[in-house]
């Protein structure tokens, strides 16, 4: 059981490693708060990506004293018998920085709080160690702590963690649609389909995944920044990189201080895009039109996610949100889980919806009493989701 | 403001109103419920249909003792200084039967609760009277009673007060659809999009509903009875009429015992469509389809309503579920009110989502401040509407 300390600890912890200056990619984001054995705060640190300290490391240095760099500086003494707080496992293997188990076993931790495990087979075997030390070792948190903070734990490397998993990137796929699943009228205007807070909440999307991903035609129709921005036009501190997909002529980009990288992905082929991405270290790409792009990479069952916004409007006519599936009968149909329901609402009166999907692996299966709470219908629309 | 007495005399009248039995169109479903001034119940009534006592005078007579009919017979003097709770406004005219104001009044009522007004000119001015009589009224109970009480009872009786307001009767188009805004797969096969939770609400709305309008075309390709039933195949004790429009041939509906009486429209007007039915006494029409009926209907601005069960599911080709409104570029979208979501969860892991909204008579104004509170997302899907 995590004490009150330690939850606020934790709390803390996962908010330094999402710190926006910290890269995404190939490297998980972790943070870690030291505390007393009588929940006082002695030191915080977290990993600033590739090559930096680990967070464990960060924090005990900041802890450790005159040799520390941190304000908290506490000396050597008071590590014995403290308790990190970890957003991962702590690392038991020797990478570019030493393994941070021995760190914590040498500062003469007592207790360690892990939120999530890590999936790195190369990394794993920190919780062995640690116990073996004689450390106390609390894991598996999701059930002690906030519904909201076992999210965030597992937000916070969704992409890394899938990658490891997987050996290739998630992919969240956006679509912005009419109630009658369109993505453009007859004449192909399509700006804008929904309403500023879903178009805000498109933003907040381009800072949590590493990647956007669009084919040449929307590159060509659009002209799309791809950049994330606030609603005041200034750009958020993290920008993805902007990735162009496909066969055809496309122009490039608008050239725009402070936008990503661009690059330029010459393949009709999902698998094959996801592959470069992945060995550029693109851990999480955000498939952002337009149809046909959307319709490739959901035939080949690489969409882990989706996310619609639904404009309560109607067209009557022009493209669809997603072109042909090579489905001909109902049978057919590619059936999606709904996971989450929640309005965007708009100044001037406009609400569109929110629906977050998960395409089913395969038919469902008997579920034991669906009841009509077993959807989290979630009112709040804050946007963000890390 | 009403007592705790009063407000169960409320539910329980608009619950006898209500009765299955009574039949909906062109007169008020009305329920009265008589308390002591201590707050017990001396009696109840309610309004059986053209023709049959109003509810105000069926409960005096079942109060009334010796003379009236009913078991709870308490003598014409107990009835002094009494409450009675009704549903909706007494009339003051002479119709077939005489005012119920006057009845009220003779009977020594002292206090009438009324969760209604009659929006009839031809029937209103009862409060005044009974307040001139020297009775307490209390009216614009809206803010006293719990919000769904306050809901069935404008829900009782909707298409009739539509009626008297619009001269023709409430449209509320249904249609299911993907979340693509597909109504049908390629090949034309559309049973079924959605799931059971989804289709049984759509009998429930058919008992709601005077009228159930299709195309011919939907008469020709789906043979649809039109009936509402019950999950077990049984019927409803109430059948809406059963009406098809369109100029095209198309077979007579499936004859079935019980099932409403079936009648053809000639006409491709809606406006034609709805004068005929409001003519034999429709008041609340169910559009069921297809999508070329649901784009007439809309691009005449004669849909009141639309309930859209949205089934999770992709097809990317297929028959979409409106069909052409003359829109050829986005600013003349047609923009819609969203009322409410909500799960529609079935068994196997299915959940279809239900959007109920509105068309926008206009470019919606300024608001306030939006809030994501303003959007009531009930997660309550027991289906039942009234």
Do not use: Y
């Not at 067209?315 to 009968?329: K, Q, S, Y």
Request: hydrophobic share 40%; aromatic share 2%; charged share 20%.
């Amino acid at each position: 059981m995590l004490d009150a300390a330690e939850q606020r600890a934790l709390r803390r912890a996962l908010e330094i490693a999402a710190d926006p200056a910290v890269p995404l990619g190939p490297n998980p984001r972790v943070g870690c708060v030291i505390l007393t054995s009588e929940g006082e705060l002695l030191a915080e640190g977290h990993h600033r990506g590739a090559g930096t300290a680990h967070a464990e490391a960060d924090a005990l240095a900041r802890a450790a004293g005159p040799h520390g760099a941190g304000p908290l500086g506490a000396g050597a003494a008071a590590l014995r018998g403290a308790t990190a707080v970890v957003t991962l496992e702590p690392c038991a293997h020797v990478g570019r920085t030493g393994p941070c188990t021995d760190a914590l076993i040498e500062a003469g931790i007592g207790r360690v709080v892990i939120a999530r495990r890590d999936p790195n087979p190369l990394a794993t075997g920190g919780i062995q160690r640690l116990r073996e030390a004689g450390i106390d070792v609390e894991t598996d948190v999701e059930t002690d702590v906030p519904a909201e903070l076992a999210a965030a734990a597992e937000q916070l490397n969704r992409g890394w963690e899938h990658g490891l998993e997987h050996g290739r990137p998630l992919v969240t796929a956006k679509l912005a649609l009419t109630l009658d699943g369109r993505a453009a009228a007859a004449d192909g205007t399509s700006q804008w389909i929904t309403g500023p807070a879903a178009r805000e909440e498109v933003h907040l999307l381009r800072t949590i995944c590493d990647t956007v991903l669009v084919g040449t035609g929307t590159a060509r129709t659009d002209h799309p920044t791809l950049t994330a921005r606030r609603p005041d036009g200034a750009l958020h501190p993290r920008q993805p990189l902007r990735a162009v997909m496909g066969t055809g002529a496309a122009p490039s980009l608008p050239v725009l201080e402070g936008a990503g990288e661009e690059i330029r992905l010459r393949t009709r082929d999902p698998s094959a895009a996801l592959a470069e991405l992945f060995s550029r270290g693109g851990r999480h790409v955000l498939l952002e039109g337009g149809p046909t792009l959307a319709a490739a990479f959901l035939r080949a069952g690489l969409v882990d996610e989706l996310i619609v916004h639904l404009a309560p409007t109607l067209l009557g006519a022009g493209r669809p949100a997603v072109e042909d599936l090579a489905i001909d009968t109902l049978t057919q149909r590619m059936d999606l889980e709904l996971l989450d329901v929640a309005p965007l609402p708009s100044p001037g009166g406009r609400t569109d919806l929110r629906l977050t999907l998960r395409p089913r692996a395969s038919p469902p299966g008997p579920v034991p009493s669906p009841s009509a709470t077993s959807l989290p219908v979630s009112l709040d629309s804050s946007g963000a989701r890390a």
